[in-house]
């Protein structure tokens, strides 16, 4: 069983950064791929990044790479989404969640935290 808590979301203007964190709980946290997906007002959840279980490999939407970089730290038990040059469309209820396996699709991650807003104004 692994139980997530996403914190760090909140109001920025277009061009600012934030950083989410994600801390889980569970002795096999180090073993599984995390990853943050986010969802806006009346659309589908949509994958945003991933690493495994190392954090020797990432992978991150088109629409974010460049701009947003995974990383973990397994003795802290914590995954981070760093988010620079934000744009209005960013704006969305952001998750992290876990998986077996590195995948993109949603319906293969397993647990999931509450979720946090993220608010970018133009």
């Known amino acids: 069983q692994v139980q997530l808590v996403e914190s760090g979301g909140g109001l920025v203007q277009a061009g600012g950064s934030l950083r989410l964190s994600c801390a889980a709980s569970?002795?096999?946290?180090?073993?599984?791929?995390m990853g943050w997906f986010r969802q806006a007002p009346g659309k589908e959840r949509e994958f945003v990044a991933a690493?495994?279980?190392?954090?020797?490999?990432?992978y991150y939407a088109d629409s974010v790479k460049g701009r947003f970089t995974i990383s973990r730290d397994n003795a802290k038990i914590t995954i981070y989404l760093q988010m620079n040059n934000l744009k209005p469309e960013d704006t969305a209820v952001y998750y992290c969640?876990?998986?077996?396996?590195?995948?993109?699709?949603?319906?293969?991650?397993?647990?999931w935290g509450q979720g946090t807003q993220v608010t970018v104004s133009s």
């Open positions: 969640a876990s998986a077996r396996a590195t995948t993109p699709k949603a319906n293969e991650y397993s647990y």
């Open positions: 569970g002795r096999t946290f180090s073993y599984y791929t």
């Open positions: 690493s495994n279980w190392s954090g020797s490999s990432t």
